[in-house]
């Protein structure tokens, strides 16, 4: 988990802790606007969860 936050060499995403589960902490794209396209995060997501689309 978070893999995408060392990927990412601008920095766009932060992980924050779950309301409901405080321990468990969930990467968020904090930064978009940041975003160089370069697609490093989209292939280590385990959960699959990242779409980058330039539009
Ligand atoms: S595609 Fe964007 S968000 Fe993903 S690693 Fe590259 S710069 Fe970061």
Same mark, same amino acid.
């Given at each position: 988990m978070? %893999?995408?936050?060392e990927?990412c060499?601008? /920095?766009? #995403?932060?992980?924050? =802790?779950?309301k =409901?589960?405080? &321990? %468990?902490?969930? /990467?968020v /794209? /904090?930064k978009m =606007?940041? @975003?160089? #396209? @370069?697609m490093k995060c989209?292939?280590? @997501?385990? &959960?699959?969860?990242?779409?980058v689309?330039?539009d």
């Amino acid at each position: 988990m978070g %893999t995408c936050v060392e990927v990412c060499l601008v /920095a766009v #995403f932060k992980l924050i =802790e779950l309301k =409901e589960h405080p &321990e %468990t902490l969930k /990467a968020v /794209a /904090a930064k978009m =606007e940041e @975003c160089i #396209f @370069c697609m490093k995060c989209v292939p280590v @997501c385990s &959960e699959q969860a990242i779409n980058v689309k330039k539009d």
